[in-house]
């Protein structure tokens, strides 16, 4: 597989929208002011992510080519998973619905996140802290890769600062997006964080790197 950074993506974002954060409150999922830095075409990081709208209500998200992957989906891969992180904290925090179904297609990682999401919030209930809301989340992106080939991915690590009723938390999660028959979806999710669910589950210090991991049924028995 060819890696691509998304220069061209990031040049056209930049003419079509100058800076871009996500931001998110429980009202609406916004942007906020930030930076895209270009550090040169074989190694780009992205600082924060592109500026536009951002609809809580999207019931799906849309490729450009039905067919395949492209690196002008960036922009709405981004959002997508920006959602699904916001709607994530909220459900594991605040006892919040997530209809896994909009941002995801595989069964087996349908499962596991919905057995996340609960072992989360039992945790986080049975331990008294339910009471300390999750009322925003500022999403940035430090890095993203295009990585093209027979099954051309999305690989975002994104940063997330979660605002509560009181203080404050960060840290990282790792997505890889794929076009399936045109709809954008993400097919692995991994937050890498100081005895994180993941880490304790899949292991520490995972490389996110393989799109069909959640059809290797042999994988998924063993970390079931």
């Not at 592109?50 to 709405?76: M, R, V």
Request: glycine share 4%; with cysteine.
């Amino acid at each position: 597989m060819k890696r691509a950074y998304l220069l061209l993506v990031i040049l056209f974002t930049l003419s079509a929208c100058e800076q871009a954060n996500i931001s998110t409150n429980e009202d609406s999922i916004a942007v906020a002011a930030g930076d895209i830095n270009v550090k040169d075409a074989k190694n780009t990081e992205i600082s924060a992510s592109t500026k536009g709208n951002l609809s809580k209500n999207s019931s799906e998200f849309l490729a450009e080519d039905e067919s395949d992957l492209s690196a002008w989906d960036f922009e709405t891969a981004y959002k997508m998973c920006a959602e699904a992180l916001f709607e994530y904290y909220k459900a594991i925090w605040n006892g919040s619905d997530i209809d896994m179904d909009t941002y995801i297609d595989n069964e087996n990682l349908k499962q596991y996140m919905q057995k996340k999401i609960a072992s989360q919030y039992d945790l986080f209930l049975k331990n008294k802290l339910t009471y300390n809301l999750v009322t925003g989340v500022d999403i940035g992106a430090s890095k993203v890769e295009y990585v093209e080939g027979d099954k051309s991915f999305f690989y975002f690590k994104l940063d997330a600062r979660v605002e509560k009723d009181v203080g404050n938390f960060a840290e990282p999660t790792e997505f890889l997006v794929q076009n399936l028959n045109g709809k954008l979806v993400i097919v692995d999710w991994y937050t890498n964080g100081k005895d994180s669910y993941d880490s304790t589950v899949r292991g520490e210090n995972q490389t996110i790197d393989n799109p069909d991991i959640w059809n290797n049924s042999e994988w998924v028995k063993k970390i079931n």
